[in-house]
């Protein structure tokens, strides 16, 4: 998938759960997964860290980029997609206490993430 295609989708999901407030638990983390993988994914595409035909689905599960260059050439994206998987897992398959502090942190790094991707370069 393309950067633009990527950053399409992720806008339009953001679009899509804009009535949502941080009581929305599970909804705030999704969004902040699926938009949030979609803005990693442009940012390692322009980043030239993989082409567009290879697309990460998930941080954590890195097999079609070398997690270990991922973490060189871009550290600060990788933390907020595995915070975000993170809290996934405890506050929407579980269910952790803390849940609207862990949505609003799961948006910050979306934000985090978006603004990432929309500054990110090739490598000089």
Known sequence: MTPEMHQAKAERIENSF?????????????VA???G?????????????SPPQKDALHAQYMLDVDRYRLNVVAPDLLA???EVEGLRALH?????????TAAKRA??????????????????
């Open 92 to 100: 929407v398959r579980g269910n952790a206490p803390g849940g609207g």
């Open 80 to 82: 907020a997609m595995d």
């Open 107 to 124: 948006l910050d790094l979306l934000a985090q993430l978006r603004q990432t991707a929309k500054t990110a370069r090739p490598p000089a």
């Open 18 to 30: 804009k009535k949502c407030t941080t009581a929305d638990v599970e909804a705030c983390i999704e």
């Open 33 to 35: 997964m699926l938009a």
């Open 37 to 49: 993988t979609h803005w990693f994914n442009f940012a390692l595409h322009k980043m030239g860290v």
